[in-house]
């Protein structure tokens, strides 16, 4: 099934919408898919053609469109490189209700629908509940007069590209009218060409379309009337969201214009127009949220739309940066903060602290504090037993090391030199003992040298851990030696390499035995399994859901006029009990194919479902069977398989209005899936 590409760039409100599309298309469409690819061989909108097989396509969307179902959920999925070509008014008409439209493709080879030939040209969407998710459209001719002319309730499009070229202008891309209600646009953008073309006046016009929503719109062009505008009838409810608007008209022009009397909700809008500060045609009786205008030569940070000069928010800022400029010296204010915080030539304070002084006049105070403190930091004198200060906790560089207990009156300093001493009686133990001591006053005894001896037999306690380390060691080489694979097919079951044995064991042999390797036994049970793998087909014949495959040559010249003996040729004998018929394959001989009928027709006499000498289950055009071809269920024109063969029914082969001629022969491959036990059918 056809996806959506989620990664491709998007607004994530966008990107939100496509992946509810795609959870859909997995989980499966609610009514029927249908596949339109102009580039594909052999689409076709012919009747024979269902459309509803991606192999088999149908050539334009506007038959897709008549075959949905009105409010069936019906999806129309158009392949990557498509072009739908619309060159007359009218010229696709979508006016089946509640059906999606789904554009695959990405980039130049994304699917699209092209104007062209007559300036009236367009797609009209006359029904309600329509969807297009990720449309493109494409102006092939100068001077359009709405394209897209929506006509109908419920309009959606989601994620959608326009795109005019060089020496091509479109007058107004999307066209609404009131009968439009609750028209919604997630995501549109508009490609300019040169602004070459006839002048353009406006991309989306909407006349008293109500309800209407337009979100994550990006539109820079020349509009000579605004880049959104309402005509005729106001808006009501219009909900605009997150719009970028650069209106280059030198007029200059608004991005959008209003009728006085439209009412709704606008957020995030940014336009942005060649001189002045007319970003909207009227600011109407809607309510402006977060939106900003302003002039192409980037003189400006940005206006806000909605809120006037004077008594926004500029104004306030005004009131603020008076707030400030510093108060006058030493105030006793207290109702700014520029009063608390004070100026510089601000008297240190003095004393306890009080409620009318400043910041500044209490840092000045700190400050002297401070010199004071400053002075507390000298060193002591030597060896002071003062208990003062913090000074004469820490001590002196040159006290003399401490002795013996603490003290009420030493220094730090005295504590840390006694310290460093007894480390260095401690550092001496950290030497590494004599070889193979017996000692085991200190850690060093335990842990051992390097050169001690290996220990052998049971442990002591007067070995060191080195020994026991290299005792190990040996025993270890010791067990890998046993790790060593054996001599091919040895008897011995000493250790357990002999039980594992040798890659190159003979197999075993019968019975089992005491003297064999589990190599052996593993050879033997291969030999064994070879030899219980045999044809399934032979051993279990018959069983429901097995396979039956047989094939039978057909002479061109013996194939019959299904209006004539429509019978005279069957493929097959009659079937000895159902069979379900899954797949039929014609392959032609290499020098001539068929030739007479307009098309080769496989018919059943079953007695029900499809039946009958002229309504064929499997068709192909005569003109696709010349030498050496073939052709099988998905290329086939007409292909309602898998059908169930009755028991005691027969297939036949006919032509379609005409006999076959000439000494061709095609073979015709069918394969059948048993129903019924042990059912069969022979070729005829």
Same mark, same amino acid.
């Given at each position: 099934m056809?996806?959506?590409n989620?990664?491709?760039?998007q607004?994530q409100?966008?990107?939100?919408?496509?992946q509810?599309?795609?959870?859909i298309?997995k989980?499966g469409?609610?009514?029927?898919?249908?596949?339109?690819d102009s580039?594909?061989?052999?689409?076709?909108?012919a009747n024979?053609?269902t459309?509803?097989?991606?192999?088999?396509?149908?050539?334009?969307?506007?038959?897709?469109?008549?075959?949905?179902?009105a409010?069936?959920g019906?999806?129309?999925?158009v392949?990557p490189?498509?072009?739908?070509e619309?060159?007359t008014v009218?010229g696709?008409?979508l006016?089946?209700?509640?059906?999606?439209?789904?554009?695959?493709?990405?980039?130049?080879?994304?699917?699209?629908?092209?104007?062209?030939?007559?300036?009236?040209?367009?797609m009209?969407?006359?029904?309600?509940?329509?969807?297009?998710?990720?449309?493109?459209?494409?102006?092939?001719i100068?001077?359009?007069t709405?394209?897209?002319?929506?006509?109908?309730?419920?309009?959606t499009i989601?994620?959608?590209?326009?795109?005019?070229?060089?020496?091509i202008?479109?007058?107004d891309?999307?066209?609404s009218?009131?009968?439009?209600v609750r028209?919604?646009i997630?995501?549109?953008r508009y490609q300019?060409g040169n602004?070459?073309?006839?002048?353009?006046?406006?991309f989306?016009q909407?006349?008293?379309?109500?309800?209407a929503?337009?979100?994550?719109?990006?539109?820079?062009?020349?509009?000579g009337?605004?880049n959104v505008?309402n005509?005729?009838?106001?808006?009501?409810?219009?909900?605009?969201?997150?719009?970028?608007l650069?209106n280059?008209n030198?007029?200059?022009?608004?991005?959008?214009?209003?009728?006085?009397?439209?009412?709704?909700l606008?957020?995030?809008?940014?336009?942005r127009?060649?001189?002045g500060?007319?970003?909207?045609?009227?600011q109407?009786?809607?309510?402006?949220?977060?939106?900003?205008g302003?002039?192409?030569?980037?003189s400006?940070?940005g206006?806000?739309?909605?809120a006037?000069?004077?008594?926004?928010l500029?104004?306030?800022?005004?009131?603020?940066?008076?707030?400030?400029t510093?108060?006058?010296?030493?105030?006793?204010?207290?109702?700014?903060?520029?009063?608390?915080?004070?100026?510089k030539?601000?008297?240190?304070?003095?004393?306890?602290?009080?409620t009318?002084?400043?910041?500044?006049?209490y840092?000045?105070?700190?400050?002297?504090?401070?010199?004071?403190?400053?002075?507390?930091?000298?060193?002591?004198?030597?060896?002071?037993?003062?208990?003062?200060?913090?000074?004469d906790?820490v001590?002196?560089?040159?006290?003399?090391?401490?002795a013996?207990?603490?003290?009420?009156?030493?220094?730090?300093?005295?504590?840390?030199?006694q310290?460093?001493?007894?480390?260095?009686?401690?550092?001496a133990?950290?030497?590494?003992?004599?070889a193979?001591?017996t000692?085991?006053?200190n850690?060093?005894?335990?842990?051992?040298k390097?050169?001690?001896?290996a220990?052998a037999?049971a442990?002591?306690?007067t070995?060191?851990?080195?020994?026991?380390h290299?005792?190990?060691?040996?025993n270890?080489?010791a067990?890998?030696?046993?790790h060593?694979?054996?001599?091919?097919? $040895?008897?011995?079951?000493a250790?357990?390499? *002999?039980?594992? /044995?040798?890659k190159?064991? =003979?197999?075993?042999? +019968? &019975?089992v @035995?005491?003297?064999?390797?589990?190599?052996?036994?593993?050879k033997?049970?291969?030999t064994?399994t070879e030899?219980?793998?045999?044809?399934?087909?032979?051993?279990?014949?018959?069983?429901?859901?097995?396979?039956h495959i047989?094939?039978? $040559?057909?002479v061109?010249?013996t194939?019959p *006029?299904?209006? /004539?003996?429509p019978?005279a =040729?069957?493929?097959? +004998? &009659?079937? @000895?009990g159902?069979?379900?018929?899954?797949?039929i394959?014609?392959?032609?001989?290499?020098?001539?194919?068929l030739?007479g009928?307009?098309?080769?027709q496989?018919?059943?006499?079953?007695?029900?479902g499809?039946?009958?000498n002229?309504?064929?289950i499997w068709?192909e055009?005569?003109?696709?069977?010349?030498?050496?071809?073939?052709?099988?269920?998905?290329?086939a024109?007409?292909?309602?398989l898998?059908?169930?063969l009755?028991?005691g029914k027969?297939?036949?082969?006919n032509?379609d209005?005409?006999?076959g001629?000439?000494?061709?022969?095609?073979?015709?491959?069918?394969?059948?899936?048993?129903i019924?036990?042990?059912?069969?059918?022979a070729?005829?």
């Amino acid at each position: 099934m056809a996806l959506i590409n989620p990664d491709a760039p998007q607004d994530q409100r966008v990107n939100k919408i496509i992946q509810k599309y795609n959870d859909i298309i997995k989980a499966g469409v609610p009514g029927t898919s249908f596949y339109v690819d102009s580039g594909r061989t052999g689409a076709s909108d012919a009747n024979t053609r269902t459309g509803t097989v991606k192999t088999s396509p149908l050539a334009t969307i506007d038959e897709a469109n008549d075959r949905c179902t009105a409010n069936n959920g019906d999806y129309i999925f158009v392949a990557p490189g498509h072009n739908e070509e619309v060159k007359t008014v009218g010229g696709l008409n979508l006016d089946t209700a509640g059906i999606t439209i789904v554009f695959e493709g990405e980039g130049a080879d994304r699917a699209k629908i092209t104007f062209s030939d007559l300036v009236g040209a367009d797609m009209n969407v006359d029904a309600a509940s329509i969807t297009l998710v990720r449309p493109r459209f494409v102006a092939a001719i100068d001077a359009l007069t709405g394209p897209v002319d929506v006509n109908a309730a419920d309009f959606t499009i989601v994620d959608g590209l326009y795109e005019d070229a060089t020496n091509i202008d479109t007058t107004d891309c999307i066209v609404s009218v009131p009968a439009s209600v609750r028209m919604h646009i997630f995501g549109m953008r508009y490609q300019e060409g040169n602004a070459g073309g006839t002048q353009k006046q406006s991309f989306i016009q909407m006349n008293g379309v109500d309800n209407a929503i337009l979100a994550d719109i990006d539109i820079r062009g020349d509009f000579g009337t605004g880049n959104v505008e309402n005509v005729t009838d106001e808006l009501l409810n219009v909900r605009l969201d997150n719009m970028f608007l650069e209106n280059t008209n030198s007029g200059p022009q608004p991005g959008i214009v209003l009728d006085t009397n439209c009412d709704g909700l606008a957020k995030d809008i940014l336009i942005r127009i060649v001189s002045g500060t007319t970003y909207v045609s009227s600011q109407a009786d809607i309510n402006w949220h977060d939106s900003f205008g302003t002039q192409t030569d980037g003189s400006t940070f940005g206006d806000p739309i909605g809120a006037s000069t004077t008594g926004g928010l500029e104004s306030k800022l005004d009131i603020i940066t008076d707030f400030h400029t510093v108060p006058v010296q030493d105030t006793t204010d207290d109702a700014q903060m520029r009063d608390v915080i004070g100026k510089k030539d601000d008297t240190a304070a003095a004393g306890a602290v009080s409620t009318t002084e400043s910041g500044i006049a209490y840092h000045k105070q700190n400050v002297t504090a401070n010199i004071a403190i400053t002075a507390l930091h000298g060193v002591p004198v030597a060896d002071t037993t003062d208990d003062v200060n913090m000074r004469d906790v820490v001590g002196k560089k040159d006290d003399a090391a401490a002795a013996g207990t603490v003290t009420t009156t030493e220094s730090g300093m005295a504590y840390h030199k006694q310290n460093v001493t007894n480390t260095e009686a401690l550092v001496a133990l950290h030497v590494v003992p004599v070889a193979d001591t017996t000692d085991d006053a200190n850690m060093r005894d335990v842990v051992g040298k390097k050169d001690d001896a290996a220990a052998a037999g049971a442990v002591t306690t007067t070995e060191s851990g080195m020994a026991y380390h290299k005792q190990n060691v040996t025993n270890t080489e010791a067990i890998v030696a046993l790790h060593v694979v054996p001599v091919a097919d $040895t008897t011995d079951d000493a250790n357990m390499r *002999d039980v594992v /044995g040798k890659k190159d064991d =003979a197999a075993a042999v +019968g &019975a089992v @035995s005491t003297t064999e390797s589990g190599m052996a036994y593993h050879k033997q049970n291969v030999t064994n399994t070879e030899a219980i793998l045999v044809d399934t087909s032979t051993t279990l014949p018959g069983l429901p859901g097995t396979c039956h495959i047989i094939q039978k $040559t057909i002479v061109c010249s013996t194939i019959p *006029d299904d209006g /004539g003996s429509p019978q005279a =040729a069957p493929l097959t +004998g &009659a079937a @000895s009990g159902d069979l379900m018929l899954e797949e039929i394959i014609f392959q032609t001989d290499s020098a001539t194919g068929l030739v007479g009928p307009t098309v080769m027709q496989v018919i059943s006499d079953n007695t029900d479902g499809l039946t009958g000498n002229t309504t064929p289950i499997w068709a192909e055009a005569v003109a696709n069977l010349g030498a050496g071809k073939t052709i099988n269920n998905p290329l086939a024109d007409t292909m309602l398989l898998p059908i169930m063969l009755e028991s005691g029914k027969i297939l036949y082969i006919n032509g379609d209005n005409a006999v076959g001629t000439g000494a061709g022969t095609v073979e015709v491959i069918m394969k059948f899936r048993r129903i019924t036990a042990a059912a069969t059918i022979a070729a005829a």
